[in-house]
């Protein structure tokens, strides 16, 4: 006995859309300008196309190598993005040949708007995938290592890795993967400038501190 119910709304809902055909802009006139909305929709659409293949559509990343951005603060995004580009010297700062090319096609007033959307997304809450170094993760995070002058991440990364805006950024609930290849990283060279915080505090972590902390940030959040 469903099929009267149907029929009786059919003209229900064909009312409610003639009621709104005035408020419709009669052909012929003119389009209005674009709408502000335009520009935040532009990019959600960029994402979609693509970055949500790695760092997915609301920045939680899809997979061990990539990082999510969920969260992350808008001004160090935007900084990253610039980083991946060769700078007048022809070296970039952080040195990826995937990132490279995504951001290679990308204008700064692009590049803003993606990091305006991932700073706006719920940060990841990530997992050990190594549950055994935690423990020894945990006592790098809270008190660096004293014997080879290494700081504690805490003062900087704060107590859930939520880092200070907009320098000190977000690394809780990070994939581990990724932070440890970007600890890796400031060790061998290829991330950071001379004289930078990272590049200065990671040669003094050994191959074995770098996977336990990694580990543990994960977890936080
Ligand atoms: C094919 C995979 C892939 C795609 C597509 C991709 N990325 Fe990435 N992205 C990566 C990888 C891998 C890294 C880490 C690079 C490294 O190790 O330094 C990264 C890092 C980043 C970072 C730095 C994050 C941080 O925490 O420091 C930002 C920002 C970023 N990507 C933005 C984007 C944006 C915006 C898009 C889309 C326009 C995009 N990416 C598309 C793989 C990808
Ligand atoms: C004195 C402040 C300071 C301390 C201590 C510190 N960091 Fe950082 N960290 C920074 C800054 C600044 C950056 C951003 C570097 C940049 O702009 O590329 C950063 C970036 C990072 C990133 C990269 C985030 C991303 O996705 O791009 C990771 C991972 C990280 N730190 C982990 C750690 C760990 C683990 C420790 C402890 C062993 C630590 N940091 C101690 C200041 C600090």
């Not at 520009?39 to 990539?66: D, F, I, M, W």
């Amino acid at each position: 006995m469903k099929l009267p119910v149907e029929r009786l709304r059919l003209p229900a809902c064909l009312s409610a859309l003639l009621a709104l055909m005035p408020a419709l802009p009669s052909l012929g006139q003119p389009a209005p300008a674009a709408p502000a909305a335009d520009a935040s929709l532009r990019a959600p659409q960029k994402v979609a196309q693509v970055c949500a293949a790695c760092h997915g559509n609301t920045g939680q990343s899809v997979q061990k190598a990539y990082p999510s951005l969920a969260g992350q603060n808008e001004d160090y995004l935007f900084k990253q993005m610039r980083q991946f580009q060769a700078s007048a010297s022809g070296v970039a700062l952080r040195q990826d040949a995937t990132m490279a090319a995504v951001v290679e096609g990308l204008g700064e007033t692009e590049m803003r708007e993606l990091a305006h959307y991932f700073s706006r997304q719920a940060p990841a809450r990530g997992q050990a995938d190594q549950p055994h170094l935690v423990e020894a993760g945990k006592a790098i995070y809270w008190k660096g290592n004293p014997s080879s002058r290494l700081p504690a991440c805490v003062s900087c990364h704060r107590p859930n890795g939520e880092g200070i805006a907009p320098d000190f950024p977000r690394i809780g609930g990070q994939q581990p993967e990724y932070v440890a290849r970007q600890l890796h990283a400031w060790k061998s060279g290829t991330r950071g400038g001379p004289g930078k915080l990272m590049s200065l505090l990671v040669p003094l972590m050994t191959d074995e501190e770098i996977a336990a902390v990694a580990q543990y940030v994960a977890q936080l959040h």
